[in-house]
């Protein structure tokens, strides 16, 4: 009962490199999400997805791109990494029904030196 | 659009004390209300949630009823317990219910 899966766990970027995080859900959820929590703050909404192959902009998109080419997949790409992007970002998925359970990943923490 | 209002942490209580955190809400129709938890170091977790107006949502011990004549949602526990210490997130789906607002978040340390 793997649930959402985050990788890597932790990883330290230097500026101006470019990664992925991926992140995969078992659940057949059509709607997943990325947040970054800085520390001591609450959740900023990067980017959602309603469904395979549909994304849309949260409230702090930039310095960031998303995919969603199948249900299970939702990986986020960090290009030309800054310090300002050091946090820790959250995986989240969960149906299209308003009353459904949001099921978060374990956070992935990132480091950009 | 929606909104969520916690109260300001950090909230810091001796065990066994009753914990109240406030939770106001701004959203259009009938959202679902939910109260998601996160422990030092992990992800966020469902504590409970409410879907529909005077729903009392409960789980381990922790409380919190839908009131829509006073847009909240607040979170009540008799008793604190050490393991209670973590931060909880106040949040709603609806309206465009696409996205889920949080609120900021209320960090409880319980002390011995």
């Known amino acids: 009962n793997a649930g959402v899966t985050q990788t890597p766990k932790f990883r330290i970027l230097k500026i101006g490199q470019s990664m992925t995080l991926q992140c995969t859900q078992d659940?057949?959820?059509?709607?997943m999400y990325w947040y970054r929590q800085d520390p001591g703050m609450g959740l900023k909404l990067i980017y959602y997805?309603?469904?395979?192959?549909?994304?849309d902009k949260g409230e702090v998109p930039n310095g960031y791109n998303v995919s969603r080419s199948t249900t299970e997949d939702f990986p986020l790409r960090l290009e030309l990494a800054a310090p300002s992007q050091t946090s820790v970002y959250f995986c989240?998925?969960?149906?299209?029904?308003?009353?459904?359970?949001?099921?978060f990943g374990e956070g992935s923490w990132l480091t950009v030196v | 659009g929606n909104s969520v209002t916690q109260m300001e942490g950090p909230v810091t209580l001796s065990e066994e004390a009753f914990l109240t955190i406030n939770c106001t809400y701004t959203a259009t129709g009938y959202p679902s209300l939910f109260w998601y938890v996160q422990y030092p170091g992990e992800g966020l977790q469902l504590l409970l949630k409410?879907?529909?107006?005077?729903d009392k949502g409960s789980n381990k011990g922790f409380e919190a009823t839908y009131r829509k004549e006073t847009t909240s949602f607040h979170l009540e526990k008799g008793s604190v317990q050490v393991s209670d210490s973590a931060v909880y997130f106040c949040a709603l789906r609806g309206g465009g219910y696409q996205k889920v607002t949080f609120g900021t978040g209320t960090k409880l340390q319980v002390i011995p």
């Open positions: 659940m057949n959820h059509n709607y």
């Open positions: 989240a998925s969960t149906t299209d029904r308003v009353d459904s359970t949001i099921y």
């Open positions: 409410a879907t529909k107006a005077d």
């Open positions: 997805s309603v469904g395979a192959g549909i994304t």
